[in-house]
C-alpha cells in the first residue's frame, strides 16, 4: 500500500532498549475526532496542511500504515478501542449515543483502563467519552437534569482513577464539564440552534463551558497529569480523547487563517499544535524513553469539513481512499496510527491490517497480562510488530468493519467484502436511495492491494471470494469472538435478517 502514497524517509534511531527499567511504561492515547488519513502530512505528501508535530512523531516512531477503526463513526470505535470487542457486539447496532444517553459499556465489563488498573497503572479520562453515562434525571425518561448531583455509571466505574471532560460530542448538549463523577459548574443558560457554531444543537451550558476553549483546556490539564504522575514510580495511563476537528469547527484565533484551506485545515493544524504540547510535556516529565504515546483517529473526515471544497484546492483528507465518516468505504475507518516509544521501538513502518480494537490485547501483553476469554474478544497482540523492524506473519486473520447504518465489511488480506450495494453511510450510493440501489449488485467486491480506491466490483467475477468472506464473517459473529477462545455471547439480539438480505439470496 506505501506505493500509492509518496511517504518520507525514516530517521534512524539508537538500538532498542525495550525493557530494562525498573518502571512498566507510561501509556498516553490521544484520540483525534473526525480526522482523515490524508491530514497527516507525513502519510501522503499532497497534502496542503503540515502537521509538524505529527510528522516528528512519525518519523521517531511506528507508522501503522494500514490501521482501522472498528466503525466509521464515533460512539462505537470508542467502545472498540476500550473494549478491544467490536461494537456491533454491544447493545448499540447502529449509528451513535448523544449527550443524554445512558452509559453503553456494561459494569461487568473489562475496559483497557480497568485492565491496566489491575497490572498497577493509576488511569485517567481526559476528554470527549461519548459512551453514554447516567445523568441525575429529575423526571425519569425526560432530559431535565439535576446537575448538583453526580453522575452514574461514568467513567470512574469503568477503570478510570480519575476523568475531566463532558458527554458527547462538542455539537451535543449539555455542555457541562464532569470532573470524576461531579458536573463542575450548574448551566445559567442555553446555547441557540443558530449563531457562530456551525452544526449545533441547543442545550444547557455551564458557565465554565467555554467551546473556544474545550480543546486547550483538555491539552492543559492533560500536560499537568504528565507532570504530576511521571514522579511517581507507579506507571501511569492516559486517555485523552479530543474533542477536534469534529464540528464545530472553531479554532482559536491564533489559528485562523493559518491552513489557507479554512477553518477546517485550521482546526487541524491546532490538533497538531496540541498533540505537540503533550509530547513536549512527556519530554520534559523525564520519562520520553519510559512512554508510549499513541495517535489516531476515531474514523475518517467528515463531509462537514468541507471535502469537496478542500479537494478543488489540491488537500485530500482521507488521501486516496473512497468515502469518508460514516461509510463502509476505507475513507470512512482508515485512520492515521502513529506509535511512539524511545526506548522500546525503533522507527519503522507496519503495513499489515490492524484494528485501533488491538490496543487493548497490545497494552495487556505488554505488561504480561493473560486476557480471559470475556474480555478483549476482537483484539490482537500487535507487541511483535511494534517491537520488531523486520516483517512479521500477519497478526490478523481478518478485520471487521461497520457503518453509522449498520451495515458490514469484511477484509482479508487484500480482498474486501461490503455486504451492501451502498456506502453503507453518506456518500453515494446512499443506503436509503433504493432507485439508485435497485441496479446494483446486493454485495461489492474489492481488490485492495490493486484497486486501493475501491473502483471496481470484482464480486460477479470472484463469487467463490464472496462465499468465503461471507462465511467468515458468519462465523465472527456467531462465535461471539475474532480471536481464539471460548466462543462468547453478544449483547442483545443480532439483526440477521439485516444480513439476510444479501447474504442468503
Known sequence: MRKNLILFPLLATSVLNVLAKDKQPNIVFILADDMGYGDVSYLD??????????????????????????????????????????NWRSTLKQHVLYGYSKALISPERSTMASMLKAQGYTTAGIGKWHLGWDWNNIDAGSDKVDFSKPIANGPTTRGFDYYYGFCGSLDMPPYVYIENDMPTAQPDKETQSKGKYNWWRKGPTSPDFVHEDVLPNLIDRACNYIKEKAVSDQPYFLYLPLPAPHTPILPTKEFQGKSGLGEYGDFVLMVDAMVGRVLKAVKESGEDKNTIVVFTTDNGCSPAAGIKDMIAQGHYPNSIYRGHKADLFDGGHRVPCILRWPGGAKPHYVDQTVCLTDFYATFAALNDCTLKDTEGEDSYNLMPAITSKKDVAPIREAIIHHSIAGQFTIRRGEWKLLLSPSSGGWSNPKPNNVKALASLPLVQLYNMKTDPSEQKNLEAQYPDKVVELRALLVKYVEEGRSTPGKPQKNDGDYPWKQLDDVLLK
Do not use: C, Q, W
Open 45 to 86: 505528501v499532497r497534502s496542503k496542511l503540515k502537521t509538524e508535530n505529527l510528522d516528528g512523531m512519525a518519523r521517531d516512531g511506528v507508522i501503522f500504515t494500514d490501521a482501522h477503526s472498528s466503525s466509521s463513526v464515533s460512539t462505537p470505535t470508542r467502545y472498540g478501542i476500550l473494549t478491544g470487542r467490536y
